[in-house]
């Protein structure tokens, strides 16, 4: 099975986030590739907020994603940042870039997980996971939820994962989030 994490990322949290599903794929000796959405502002968010400096490079040297990964893929892993209780406008463009493969259906049965970094709770996270998850509905796919009980001492919303950054993006994914990523990519994927 052939597995493709997208994302989007400026202050570095979703980066983290994506590179801890690729981490733990690659160890249970899946096929998978991690992508990055197109961000030509990516440099002037750096410059305004010093938290994303951290990452710029790794996410810089990390490999764009077109629509048609999504194509040669069978699980499918978005990951963006919140933006006003919504995927961010990078994240997007790319989703409405696959809408090239609706009228066919050429994305129906692929599975799809999500994820999303945000301020804080009432920062909108869910409302991002859901329009990921209503990105792949429209298209086909198959959302695949993260369960009440993944974590005995966390709680996740069964549309995806969040991880809350503060208000300056600068609290970085904890083990909690890394622990809950393995045992779902083991168990789910």
Same mark, same amino acid.
């Given at each position: !099975?052939?597995?493709?994490?997208?994302?989007?990322?400026?202050? &570095?949290?979703?980066? +983290?986030?994506?590179?801890?599903?690729?981490?733990? %794929?690659?160890?249970?000796?899946?096929?998978?590739?991690?992508?990055?959405?197109?961000?030509?502002? +990516?440099?002037?968010?750096?410059?305004?907020?010093?938290?994303?400096?951290?990452? #710029?490079?790794?996410?810089?040297?990390?490999?764009?994603?077109?629509?048609?990964?999504? %194509?040669?893929?069978?699980?499918?892993?978005?990951?963006?940042?919140?933006? #006003?209780?919504?995927?961010?406008?990078?994240?997007?463009? =790319?989703?409405?870039?696959?809408?090239?493969?609706?009228?066919?259906?050429? %994305?129906?049965?692929?599975?799809?997980?999500?994820?999303?970094?945000?301020?804080?709770?009432?920062?909108? &996270? $869910?409302?991002?996971?859901?329009?990921?998850?209503? #990105?792949?509905?429209?298209?086909? !796919?198959?959302?695949?939820?993260?369960?009440?009980?993944?974590?005995?001492?966390?709680? #996740?919303?069964? =549309?995806?994962?969040?991880?809350?950054?503060?208000?300056?993006? $600068?609290?970085?994914?904890?083990?909690?989030?890394?622990?809950?990523?393995?045992? =779902?990519?083991?168990?789910?994927?």
């Amino acid at each position: !099975m052939k597995i493709s994490i997208i994302f989007h990322s400026v202050c &570095g949290n979703t980066y +983290l986030m994506a590179k801890d599903f690729y981490d733990c %794929l690659k160890k249970q000796g899946k096929e998978v590739s991690l992508y990055r959405v197109k961000d030509d502002d +990516l440099e002037k968010w750096m410059n305004i907020f010093p938290v994303a400096k951290e990452y #710029f490079d790794e996410i810089n040297n990390i490999p764009v994603a077109g629509p048609e990964v999504m %194509l040669e893929s069978e699980h499918i892993i978005i990951g963006s940042p919140t933006y #006003f209780g919504n995927v961010s406008s990078e994240m997007k463009a =790319y989703m409405d870039g696959a809408s090239i493969f609706w009228i066919e259906g050429k %994305l129906v049965g692929k599975k799809l997980t999500a994820f999303t970094s945000s301020s804080n709770s009432e920062g909108g &996270g $869910d409302l991002c996971l859901q329009a990921i998850n209503t #990105f792949a509905q429209h298209m086909g !796919m198959i959302s695949i939820p993260i369960p009440s009980n993944l974590l005995t001492n966390k709680s #996740f919303p069964a =549309y995806g994962f969040i991880h809350y950054s503060g208000g300056l993006g $600068d609290q970085r994914p904890d083990e909690n989030i890394y622990t809950a990523i393995k045992k =779902y990519t083991e168990i789910y994927i």
